[in-house]
């Protein structure tokens, strides 16, 4: 998302939204492209958003809404990326 007046046409567990940022560091199914159904809010401008096979707070700037879908995403529709093996220097 742009703007957080975007934040207001959110809907809990009905909004769908698709990462546009990898959080790969965090969960390895967090990979750009991921999609999730909006739960809840956490802070001010975080999202508690429900993935497949995990629940995370993500921040309104790493996601945008997917227009026209609704209710959480199944297994199928999750990018399908093989984590690469991380160094103890990688960020």
């Known amino acids: 998302m742009k703007d957080r007046n975007e934040l207001h046409r959110i809907v809990f567990n009905k909004t769908r939204i698709i990462l546009t940022r990898d959080l790969s560091v965090m969960n390895?199914?967090?990979?750009?492209?991921?999609s999730g159904l909006?739960?809840?809010?956490?802070?001010s401008y975080t999202l508690?958003?429900?993935f497949p096979k995990v629940t995370v707070g993500v921040n309104w700037q790493d996601c945008d809404i997917v227009e026209g879908r609704t209710g959480m995403p199944t297994d199928l529709?999750?990018?399908?990326v093989i984590p690469r093996p991380r160094a103890i220097n990688d960020e």
């Open 77 to 80: 529709e999750q990018p399908k």
């Open 38 to 43: 909006v739960v809840g809010k956490l802070a």
């Open 28 to 34: 390895p199914n967090l990979v750009e492209g991921a």
């Open 48 to 50: 508690k958003v429900a």
